[in-house]
C-alpha cells in the first residue's frame, strides 16, 4: 500500500465499533501504540487510527484477537 499524503502512514487504518466492545482490552495490550482504553475500560483508536509503517502486524494481530470482532481495518 502507498502512503497517505501528509500522514506518514501505511494506508492502513484501524476503528473500533464502540456498539461491539465489551472492553476485553486486548487490543490495547496486544498494540498499545495504536489501541488505548476510555475512562471506562473500553478499547478506542489512537489518534486518527492511520496505522504507522513497521505497525501492520500489531494492527492484524489486535483483529485476529478481538473476541467480539469489534475491530476493524479499513
Not at 473500533?16 to 478499547?43: N, T, V, W
Request: glycine fraction near 18%; proline fraction near 3%.
Amino acid at each position: 500500500m502507498g502512503l497517505i499524503a501528509g500522514e506518514g502512514g501505511t494506508g492502513m487504518k484501524v476503528r473500533i465499533d464502540s456498539g461491539k466492545c465489551q472492553g476485553h482490552g486486548r487490543c490495547y495490550d496486544l498494540a498499545p501504540e495504536l489501541f488505548g482504553e476510555d475512562e471506562e475500560g473500553y478499547g478506542q483508536v489512537r489518534g486518527d487510527g492511520i496505522v504507522a509503517e513497521g505497525k501492520e502486524q500489531a494492527a492484524r494481530l489486535a483483529v485476529a484477537n478481538c473476541p467480539e470482532r469489534a475491530i476493524e481495518i479499513l
